[in-house]
């Protein structure tokens, strides 16, 4: 019968066995040579795919007459409005009034008449021939200096087309009103 001494011995040979089996296991592991992880790809050469690739132009708005701009300064250059004549170019769909956005000059660029500036603009008319009237405070810097004004086309996923540029001066008390129409890129 065996004794409670070589019962305890036993035990501890019996864990002592088990922590040497489990350490090996553990640095084997640690020490296993392993793949390197990388992002998923495959080749196949049994299937082969081709695909193209077209950029969305989005049209400009171009002037529908001569002179495609006029500027009637007002009684003594008080009330000055610009009026646009322009179209969506010919040969093209999808666009009116509706994808039109206005801008004016800014430090120097155009950029997007917004909120109550908008109040100021008017436009008639259909895809071959828009007016486009803007007046009052949209104008009120303008005499004895010149402003740009502009109408682009916003198209599908916000693309922006060129503008059409309408330059507008006029001297000192509506003197020698003018304008010229343009293009420009958009920023």
Do not use: K
Request: proline share 7%; charged share 5%.
């Amino acid at each position: 019968m065996a004794t409670e001494a070589s019962r305890a011995r036993s035990r501890r040979r019996v864990l002592a066995v088990l922590a040497a089996v489990t350490t090996a296991s553990f640095l084997t592991l640690l020490t296993w040579p392993h793949e390197e992880t990388t992002d998923a790809s495959f080749t196949d050469g049994e299937f082969a795919a081709s695909g193209t690739l077209t950029a969305l132009t989005v049209p400009a708005p171009v002037s529908s007459q001569t002179p495609g701009c006029v500027l009637d300064p007002g009684l003594l250059g008080a009330n000055p409005v610009l009026t646009i004549s322009w179209r969506v170019p010919a040969g093209v769909t999808g666009y009116s009034s509706s994808n039109a956005q206005y801008g004016s000059t800014n430090q120097g660029l155009l950029t997007p008449i917004t909120g109550p500036l908008l109040s100021n603009v008017t436009t008639t008319g259909t895809t071959t021939a828009y007016t486009t009237v803007m007046n009052g405070g949209l104008l009120s810097g303008l005499l004895g200096n010149s402003m740009s004004f502009g109408i682009r086309f916003v198209g599908p996923g916000g693309w922006t087309s060129s503008w059409l540029v309408a330059t507008a001066s006029a001297g000192v008390l509506g003197a020698n009103p003018q304008c010229t129409v343009s293009t420009a890129p958009s920023p």
